[in-house]
Structure formats: structure tokens, C-alpha cells
């Protein structure tokens, strides 16, 4: 089973350098994984090192991060600049808005964004940060990002404010079972074809497995399960030693 095929290898902490981004694409090219997720501010100087190496896997570009708090017409802007050099759009959800129960608004929103992408030729994935929705605002948040068309709904920025996470009662960590659950059984209702990507907290061979199967996906193609990590040496290491 490929599953450092499905590993969207990630860096994104605010004080990153360019020595980062060499090492994140130097891992992935090493090990395999499916793409570099990145802060927009690094997306020209990895296309440029990536050429000048060779190395032709994907690049993932995250938009109006972590706290979905820019206008529609700013996060639209956004994606056409950052298409330039991104193949996949990481866009986070109108997490205000959603807060205030605006759901017009916010479906105008994704419906904006995910047509504004498609229109670039490129996929893109809402991030729809469980930390900080009741249950009730996920079932109707997932609707809306499954009946969009987005390729994708993800669990996490892995920013998440524990604090106010747990005032709601939720768990902190990013991919949550319960979650992915519950995102699986919604796509059967709105959107079979939405894939799911679990990100935050993923460590370790045994929880992309936990975390597959509870999405109900199998490994290929990696347009139906995703997995975004910080951790892709960990995980290689630790499926590894699983065999």
C-alpha cells in the first residue's frame, strides 16, 4: 500500500527559510510523497529550485491561512496570483462566518473560490478547521464545501487555538476519527466523489490507516484520500518498522 504516495509533505511555520523549503523538497523527492504544501511567500523559490533539480512532483499553495479571514474578493485574487506556480489550492473556510451562522454568505463564498480555482485548472481543498465547529456547524459546513464541487475537504490547519477548541468541547490535534467519520458518511448523501484530506496531528503509519479507514477511501488514486503531514520521515520510518 502507497501510502507516502498520498502525503501532501508540509511546512508552513511562520518563521520558515528558504533552507527549509530545500530540505521539505529534498524529503520529498527522497521518499516519495505526492507534493510540498507551502506558505505562498516560498512558491516561486521552489518552482525554481525543483527545475533546477528536476523534480516534477506537485505543489500545493495555501490560501488566506490559518484563520479564512480575508474578503471573497481578496481570497479570489489570491488563487489567480498564486496559480501562477501552485498545482493545488489549500484555501481555508470563512471560519467568522460560519461563527455567525452567516451560511449565505459563506456559500457564496466557496461556491467563488472553488469556481475560481477550477477556472485556473487547479484543484483545490477547503479547510474547514474542526477544532472550532459544534456539530451542528460541520454538518452544514461540509455540505456546503461537498456540493460546491471542491476536489477536497480537509480537517485542519493544525493552528488550532486549544483554548477555544475546548470551550466547544472538541479535541485539538487536527485529524479527528469522529470527524473523518462523519465527512464520509456526508459524501455519501451530497458529493461521493469528494475527496477527503486529514491533516494536523498525523504522525505515524498506524493513524493514516485509522484515519483511511474512517474516511472509507482507499489509497488510489490520491484524488480520493489525502494526507497532510509535517511529519513524512516519522511516518516512513515508523512504516517501516511495521513490516
Keep these: 500500500m502507497n501510502i507516502i504516495g498520498l502525503i501532501d509533505n508540509t511546512y508552513l511555520r511562520p518563521y520558515g527559510t528558504t533552507r527549509d523549503i530545500e530540505a521539505l523538497i529534498e524529503d520529498t523527492a527522497r521518499y516519495g510523497a505526492y507534493s510540498i504544501t507551502i506558505n505562498p511567500v516560498f512558491l516561486r523559490y521552489a518552482r525554481e529550485y525543483m527545475a533546477r533539480k528536476g523534480y516534477t512532483f506537485k505543489v500545493v499553495a495555501v490560501v488566506d491561512f490559518p484563520f479564512g479571514a480575508g474578503t471573497t474578493e481578496a481570497r479570489i485574487d489570491a488563487i489567480k496570483r498564486y496559480s501562477r506556480y501552485a498545482d493545488e489550492l489549500d484555501i481555508v473556510a470563512p471560519i467568522g462566518l460560519v461563527k455567525s451562522g452567516l451560511w449565505g454568505e459563506i456559500e457564496h463564498d466557496i461556491n467563488t473560490v472553488v469556481e475560481t480555482a477550477h477556472r485556473e485548472g487547479k484543484i483545490i481543498k477547503v479547510i474547514v ?53 462523519l465527512m464520509a458518511e456526508l459524501s455519501r448523501r451530497y458529493n461521493p466523489r469528494v475527496g477527503i484530506k486529514v491533516a494536523g496531528g498525523v504522525r505515524t503509519y498506524q493513524q493514516v490507516l485509522e484515519l483511511m479507514s474512517a474516511a472509507e477511501r482507499e489509497p488510489d488514486p490520491p484524488m480520493r484520500f489525502r494526507v497532510g503531514t509535517s511529519h513524512l520521515v516519522s511516518i516512513v520510518e515508523n512504516m517501516e518498522s511495521a513490516y
Excluded at 451542528?136 to 480537517?155: C, H, N, P, W
Design 129 to 181: 478547521e474542526d477544532a472550532y465547529t459544534t456539530r451542528e456547524e460541520k454538518l452544514e459546513l461540509y455540505r456546503i464545501v461537498m456540493q460546491s464541487g471542491a476536489d477536497f475537504v480537509k480537517t485542519s490547519t493544525g493552528f488550532e487555538e486549544r483554548s477555544y477548541a475546548e470551550r466547544l468541547g472538541n479535541k485539538t490535534g487536527g485529524a479527528q476519527l469522529e470527524n473523518v467519520r
